[in-house]
């Protein structure tokens, strides 16, 4: 068991982190708190800068980015994704990876400025080393936990001069990265960073200052609070240019969730957690993988839910998400709901 597991409430069986996390009990005690506050009008917005600013800290060092000065605020994955679309000059050729997240390629589908080549997951690094002004994908599949080897990525881009966006969103707490290596890369923090739905964190490398700031706001500068009113406001030179405001009432539980993960450390997190879905796999028939997510065909997630085993169906087929809260028993739960709700 990892120490961060005695952070959580036990809940039995749940394995739908790809979902949404489940809170530690500080986190969920940090946002009844700014919940009272807000309720009771003594919510200090401008104090909370500093929870903000620890959460860049937290999660530049989750990524692997150069430092908190290297990462940007935003509420959703797919605003950072729409911003960086926006940033292409007209006619740019962007490489996306067929069936991922729909958050991922749609603002570049849409866009009737970029041309946009569709190719199966197993051809992205190939694909990025033929050429491309940008490659968009996610670093963990959303549907099925496939792994993209992300430092193939970053050398094929380096020697084909391709600017690359990463999704972070089912890697960012578990899985070893080197954002500093790749121009942008954005997780949504309420899936296995453990925070409040609401909160969008991207690492944004010094060299991808082509990234506009399409969504520009007070926030932007480097002194918010004497940035209220105008239009000849200077944005940061830091990446929180591309700030959008922070949601106060969530910023203090995100902190804490992310600080959480960096004192267990992601190489620990992520040894428990794929090895749990390893330890899953074997009891079920099938190969060792390289995610805590694993797709189970032939099993409906009602059926497991009946089991007391919460999971996802995506794609037909049942996700299931092993975690830091999780341990042998819900491995144990999990092999035997599917062993009885598959057809035999």
């Known amino acids: 068991m990892l120490e961060i597991a005695a952070a959580f409430r036990r809940v039995p069986g749940y394995l739908d982190t790809?979902?949404?996390?489940?809170?530690?009990?500080?986190?969920?005690?940090?946002?009844?708190?700014?919940?009272?506050?807000?309720?009771?009008?003594?919510?200090?917005?401008?104090?909370?800068?500093?929870?903000?600013?620890?959460?860049?800290?937290?999660?530049?060092?989750?990524?692997?980015?150069?430092?908190?000065?290297?990462?940007?605020?935003?509420?959703?994955?797919?605003?950072v994704v729409g911003m960086v679309a926006a940033s292409l000059p007209d006619g740019a050729r962007v490489v996306v990876a067929e069936g991922d997240f729909a958050s991922v390629p749609l603002p570049f589908v849409h866009d009737p400025r970029l041309e946009v080549r569709v190719v199966p997951l197993a051809r992205i690094v190939p694909e990025t080393l033929l050429g491309a002004d940008l490659v968009a994908v996610s670093a963990v599949q959303s549907a099925d936990?496939?792994?993209?080897?992300?430092?193939?990525?970053?050398?094929?881009?380096?020697?084909?001069?391709?600017?690359?966006?990463?999704?972070?969103?089912?890697?960012?707490?578990?899985?070893?990265?080197?954002?500093?290596?790749?121009?942008?890369?954005?997780?949504?923090?309420?899936?296995?960073?453990?925070?409040?739905?609401?909160?969008?964190?991207?690492?944004?490398?010094?060299?991808?200052?082509?990234?506009?700031?399409?969504?520009?706001?007070?926030?932007?500068?480097?002194?918010?609070?004497?940035?209220?009113?105008?239009?000849?406001?200077?944005?940061?030179?830091?990446?929180?240019?591309?700030?959008?405001?922070?949601?106060?009432?969530?910023?203090?539980?995100?902190?804490?969730?992310l600080e959480l993960l960096v004192a267990q450390g992601v190489e620990a997190i992520g040894r428990h957690s794929v090895g749990l879905a390893d330890a899953f796999r074997e009891r079920v028939g099938m190969a060792p993988g390289a995610s805590p997510i694993v797709s189970v065909a032939g099993v409906d997630p009602c059926a497991l839910a009946r089991a007391g085993v919460r999971a996802a169906a995506r794609g037909g087929r049942a996700r299931l998400g092993?975690?830091?809260?999780?341990?042998?028993r819900d491995v144990d739960a999990a092999a035997t709901a599917i062993r009885v709700a598959q057809p035999a």
């Open 18 to 79: 790809p979902s949404y996390g489940l809170p530690a009990r500080a986190t969920a005690a940090a946002l009844r708190r700014a919940t009272r506050a807000w309720e009771q009008g003594t919510l200090d917005p401008a104090a909370l800068d500093g929870s903000v600013d620890r959460m860049r800290a937290a999660f530049a060092t989750l990524v692997g980015a150069g430092g908190p000065q290297d990462v940007a605020l935003a509420g959703s994955t797919s605003q």
């Open 322 to 328: 092993f975690y830091v809260h999780n341990d042998e």
């Open 145 to 257: 936990g496939a792994v993209v080897d992300l430092d193939a990525l970053a050398m094929a881009a380096r020697v084909s001069g391709a600017r690359t966006l990463v999704d972070a969103s089912h890697a960012a707490g578990w899985m070893t990265m080197r954002a500093r290596d790749l121009d942008v890369v954005v997780a949504s923090a309420y899936k296995w960073l453990g925070a409040p739905r609401g909160i969008a964190l991207a690492a944004v490398r010094p060299e991808a200052s082509w990234v506009r700031p399409v969504n520009a706001s007070w926030y932007g500068a480097d002194a918010p609070w004497a940035s209220l009113y105008g239009h000849d406001i200077a944005l940061s030179a830091t990446a929180r240019r591309l700030d959008t405001s922070p949601p106060w009432q969530l910023v203090e539980a995100g902190a804490v969730a």
